[in-house]
């Protein structure tokens, strides 16, 4: 199986959003190391729009919902959050109200892994991928698909101005580039 989470979905409701990305120090961005499509888009508003680091700039969807981005990985990963930049106040009906997080191995076998309502979002709007034991801190998976199932104000196109992504960084101690086990290796981690 894909997916290290609660069978089912989870389904919650996020109101506004930080207008500041703040990440702990334990995750790393894992996006960078992923293949991005979409479903459609309109020309001059394709996936690089999602990844460009520019909240001016944004993916505009061109037909019938769902509206999907498809996020492939060569080999599993382990994610943990899910980021998004929305402004409800320059997109109004542009913006999503309703989207789905879905995970798997490939397009084949997606399970839905969480539902979220989003209510007038304007700013970084953080998606936990945890399940509902304190064991599942992540998600395990080769693809994610972020799917936008409605708009504010029934608007039938979408705008997302950034998605990132984050996984759990393999060495838990931040700023150091090796974790060592042996106690030797310990006494010369450290340059004098």
Same mark, same amino acid.
Request: proline letters at 6%; a neutral charge.
């Given at each position: 199986? %894909?997916t290290?989470?609660?069978?089912?979905?989870?389904?919650?409701? #996020?109101?506004g959003?930080?207008? #500041?990305?703040?990440?702990?120090?334990?995750?790393?961005?894992? @996006?960078?190391?992923? %293949?991005?499509?979409?479903?459609?888009?309109?020309?001059?508003? @394709?996936?690089?729009?999602?990844r460009?680091?520019?909240?001016? =700039?944004?993916?505009?969807?061109d @037909?019938?919902?769902?509206?999907l981005?498809?996020?492939?990985?060569? !080999?599993?990963?382990?994610?943990?959050?899910?980021?998004?930049?929305?402004?409800?106040?320059?997109?109004?009906?542009?913006?999503?109200?309703? &989207?789905? &997080?879905?995970?798997?191995?490939g397009?084949?076998?997606l !399970?839905?892994?969480? =539902?979220?309502?989003?209510? !007038?979002? =304007?700013?970084? #709007?953080?998606?936990s991928?945890?399940?509902?034991?304190?064991?599942?801190?992540?998600?395990?998976?080769?693809?994610?698909?972020? %799917?936008?199932?409605?708009?504010?104000?029934?608007?039938?196109? =979408?705008?997302?101005?950034?998605?990132?992504?984050?996984?759990?960084?393999?060495?838990?101690?931040?700023?150091?580039?090796?974790?060592?086990?042996?106690?030797?290796?310990?006494?010369?981690?450290?340059?004098?």
């Amino acid at each position: 199986m %894909a997916t290290e989470s609660s069978e089912g979905e989870d389904e919650g409701k #996020v109101t506004g959003g930080n207008p #500041v990305l703040i990440v702990e120090d334990d995750l790393r961005e894992m @996006g960078k190391k992923a %293949a991005w499509s979409v479903s459609s888009c309109k020309p001059g508003n @394709g996936v690089s729009s999602l990844r460009d680091d520019n909240l001016e =700039t944004y993916w505009q969807s061109d @037909g019938a919902q769902p509206h999907l981005v498809n996020i492939q990985f060569q !080999k599993k990963v382990k994610l943990q959050l899910v980021v998004l930049y929305l402004d409800f106040k320059l997109d109004e009906s542009y913006t999503p109200s309703k &989207i789905s &997080i879905r995970a798997g191995d490939g397009f084949h076998n997606l !399970k839905e892994i969480k =539902t979220m309502e989003l209510v !007038k979002p =304007t700013g970084w #709007v953080y998606l936990s991928l945890s399940g509902n034991d304190p064991r599942e801190t992540f998600v395990n998976t080769f693809m994610l698909q972020i %799917a936008v199932l409605s708009n504010h104000l029934n608007g039938r196109d =979408t705008h997302l101005r950034q998605i990132k992504l984050y996984g759990p960084r393999p060495n838990p101690i931040p700023h150091q580039p090796f974790h060592f086990t042996s106690r030797e290796f310990i006494t010369y981690s450290s340059v004098r």
